[in-house]
């Protein structure tokens, strides 16, 4: 595995991840969102956005070693990523919004737009960065593995 291109690849899979989600939830969703939290009496903690922004890019890496590690077996190209970003989407998504929702706490109103929009989001951010992974880049030639 080449994990200078993982780190590189995933960090520009996170940069999709934040900018789509700054799109959803800034943009989209901001004042329905804020109507949901109302009604919850909820907030925000002061951390929040820099947690998800470092979540955004911890994402984005882990797509990008997750394509790495099933290159192998499934072949390098958009396929293999789009699987990845359709796992991540139900790991990250799709289990953690029914959780949610099974407790009372998610903004039901929003599920279904949210539950869409990564359902895009992921697979693009897994596609975008395993278009800079390269197998064996400054290693040895065509196995990935470094020559000993």
Partial sequence: MNYTRILLGGLLAGVVINLSEFLLNGVVLMDAMEAELELMDAAFAPWAMPFYVVMAFLWGIAMVWLYAAIRPRFGPGWRTAVMVGVFFWVFVTVLPTFANMAM?????????????????????????????????????????????
């Fill in 104 to 148: 009372g706490i998610a903004m039901e109103g929003l599920v279904g737009i949210g539950l869409i929009w990564t359902l895009v989001e992921l697979p693009a951010a897994a596609v975008v960065g395993s278009w800079l992974y390269q197998e064996g880049v400054g290693v040895g030639v065509g196995t990935g593995r470094a020559r000993v």
